[in-house]
């Protein structure tokens, strides 16, 4: 089977750096995905790690080490409109199908 | 502009009744999703398929069925079967690349409620 865990919620400050953190167990793994989705709205790809270490993309970074089957997000410079849910997901081999975990809710307060 | 359309924004649907939700793309992209995702959830994946004519069941595909006839249509019927339609379905699509993932392109999502 497969299954990922992230914190249900987190809460920062504008201006600060968060780490939104994700473990998975999968029976076969490929890469890691982000994706932020604000309230009532569709999901936007963020990052992909295929190989471990670090993805930099303007304010947010990707992590991905494969030995531990951890991954993290980091969005630095917070801002008010960086407040959304954020799901990792994973990329199965062969295929392009992703499986999500159930997403880190974000509140950025001012 | 490139993108993906999913239709109605809002559907209702009656105990026992069959409906079909749209999803159309214009991206060329192979590969297209229907996932599920219930309030405060992450998505679940329904059904997906990689080719025209050619489709594979997701972690949840009980009481749903689909279709692939062509590249850029993938509609998704909820069947009566489908005891607890009541959800957000969001469809998706994606280059088929060996190796790199480009992410998902997503539609703007349908909401399905049951009356």
Redesign the interface.
């Known amino acids: 089977g497969q299954s990922l865990e992230q914190p249900s919620e987190v809460t920062a400050v504008e201006g600060a750096i968060v780490q939104i953190n994700c473990t998975y167990q999968t029976s076969g793994f490929?890469?890691l995905?982000w994706?932020q989705q604000h309230d009532g709205?569709?999901?936007?790809?963020l990052s992909?790690n295929?190989l471990d270490g670090l993805e930099e993309t303007g304010r947010f970074s990707s992590f991905l080490s494969r030995s531990d089957s951890y991954g993290y997000l980091l969005l630095q410079e917070l801002q008010m409109k960086d407040s959304a849910s954020y799901?990792c997901?994973v990329?199965g081999v062969g295929?392009?199908?992703?499986?999500?975990?159930?997403?880190t809710r974000l509140q950025v307060f001012p | 502009d490139g993108g993906i359309t999913q239709s109605p924004k809002y559907l209702f649907r009656k105990e026992g009744q069959n409906v079909t939700l749209s999803c159309e793309q214009n991206l060329n992209h192979d590969?297209m999703?229907w996932?599920r995702q219930d309030p405060g959830?992450?998505?679940?994946?329904i059904y997906?398929s990689?080719i025209v004519n050619d489709f594979q069941k997701?972690?949840i595909a009980e009481g749903y069925s689909v279709s692939r006839e062509k590249k850029e249509s993938f509609p998704l019927t909820v069947t009566s079967a489908q005891k607890n339609p009541t959800a957000f379905y969001?469809c998706a699509s994606?280059?088929?690349a060996a190796?790199?993932?480009?992410?998902?392109?997503?539609?703007?999502?349908t909401r399905l409620t049951v009356v």
């Open positions: 490929y890469g995905s994706y709205g569709a999901p936007t790809f992909y295929g799901f997901a990329r295929t392009d199908k992703l499986i999500f975990g159930t997403g | 590969a999703y996932y959830q992450g998505l679940r994946l997906y990689q997701g972690d969001l994606s280059i088929q190796g790199r993932h480009y992410g998902y392109t997503f539609g703007s999502g």
